[in-house]
């Protein structure tokens, strides 16, 4: 089956700590996002890349990094500067020109403070 | 600067049909209007999208007015399991993504 694979599901960080979530999509799509989901609240967008070793800021990148060395994998760094990162991250991607192709999402990565 | 507006709560009964109104101005005149169903603890799924008039599929009708200033998506004999938290998105003219925020329907029995 084609998908997105979002790993771990749950996530600890602590204080100090880069943590890194992983995005693995076997749909050979060319875009890949990620996003942060504070409870109760939409979706706002950290990165996203149309193409491999391409990449932009999204609304929210501070405090994040990304990197896209292969098609299939975009994998998300939480850096110590991002102070609160307590959130539900989703990673998604679709064939391109961001909003005109529907996004295929994973089933997120619950990152907490310890 | 283009705003995508949802209500934050819905509550309809198994049977019934659902509309659920996106606001939205300023998003690009020659791009989709995509609407998405999240379930608790998962990734949000494709529903349906649309550029003009109404589409329908399996599960769903989209109708946007010819003045895209808006959408409505309609649940036709909603049940349960159609409970969930609905987003609608646009794009504007920069190609930034304007996701709303979301509506949280329940369905009761």
């Known amino acids: 089956d084609g998908g997105i694979t979002q790993s771990p599901k749950y996530l600890f960080r602590k204080e100090g700590q880069n943590v890194t979530l992983s995005c693995e999509q076997n749909?050979?799509?060319?875009?890949m996002y990620w996003y942060r989901q504070d409870p109760g609240q939409g979706l706002r967008l950290i990165y996203y890349?149309?193409?491999?070793?391409?990449?932009q800021k999204g609304d929210i990148a501070e405090g994040y990094s990304v990197s896209r060395e292969k098609k299939e994998s975009f994998p998300l760094t939480v850096t110590s500067a991002q102070k609160n990162p307590t959130a539900f991250y989703l990673c998604a991607s679709n064939e391109g020109v961001l909003g005109n192709q529907p996004q295929h999402f994973g089933d997120g990565t619950r990152l907490s403070i310890l | 600067l283009a705003k995508t507006t949802q209500p934050i709560s819905m509550d309809s009964y198994e049977g019934q049909e659902v509309n659920i109104t996106c606001s939205h101005n300023?998003?690009?005149?020659?791009?989709?209007i995509t609407w998405y169903q999240q379930f608790p603890s998962q990734g949000p799924r494709f529903i349906i999208q649309?550029?003009?008039?109404?589409v329908t599929n399996e599960v769903a009708s989209l109708f946007i007015p010819a003045d895209r200033k808006s959408s409505t998506l309609s649940l036709p004999r909603v049940s349960l399991s159609d409970t969930a938290v609905y987003y609608c998105?646009?794009?504007?003219?920069?190609?930034?993504?304007?996701w709303g925020a979301g509506t949280k329907l329940i369905i009761k029995p």
């Open positions: 649309g550029y003009k008039t109404k």
């Open positions: 998105l646009g794009e504007d003219s920069n190609y930034q993504l304007i």
């Open positions: 749909l050979n799509h060319d875009a």
């Open positions: 890349s149309q193409i491999v070793n391409d990449f």
């Open positions: 300023n998003i690009a005149t020659n791009d989709y």
